[in-house]
C-alpha cells in the first residue's frame, strides 16, 4: 500500500456518502412530498400505502445509522432492496439517464452498487457509538 492509499478512509467517505443521501431522499418524502402524499404515489404504483411510510422510516433510520456507523454494512445491503423497488416499479421504464422525465434508472443503480461495495468493504472507520455497540 502507497502513502495515498487509504481503504479505511475510502470506506468512510463512501458510508458517509451514502448515508447523508438516504437520509436526504427520506426528508424530501417526508417534509416535501409529507407522508400522506408518498403513502398515495405508492398506493398509485399498485403498493399498499402503508409501504410509503415503510420507506420513509427505512431511508431516514438507514442514513442515520450510516452515518453513525452502526452496522454500516448490513444497513447497506438491507437498503439495496429499496432501490432495486425504484427500477423494477418506477424508474426502470423510463429509460437509462436519470435526466429522462420520471428520472431513469441509472442512479438507483449506481446507489444499488455503491451500496454492495459498502458492504462487501465494511463499515470503515467507525464512530465512537459505533465501537460501544
Known sequence: M???????LATLILRL????MYLAHGSLKLF???P?????????????GFV?????????GGGLLLLAGFRARWVA?????????????????????FANEGGGWE?????IASSLALFLL????????????
Open 36 to 48: 400522506a402524499g408518498t403513502a398515495g404515489y405508492f398506493a398509485s404504483l399498485g403498493l399498499p
Open 17 to 20: 456518502s451514502l448515508g447523508l
Open 107 to 111: 442512479y438507483p443503480a449506481f446507489l
Open 77 to 97: 445491503l438491507l437498503l439495496t432492496p429499496l432501490l432495486l423497488g425504484t427500477i423494477v416499479l418506477v424508474h426502470g421504464a423510463k429509460g437509462w439517464m
Open 122 to 133: 465494511g463499515d470503515g472507520g467507525k464512530s465512537r457509538a459505533a465501537k460501544l455497540a
Open 2 to 8: 502507497n502513502r495515498f492509499e487509504n481503504p479505511a
Open 32 to 34: 416535501v412530498f409529507t
Open 52 to 60: 410509503g411510510y415503510l420507506s420513509i422510516v427505512a431511508e431516514i
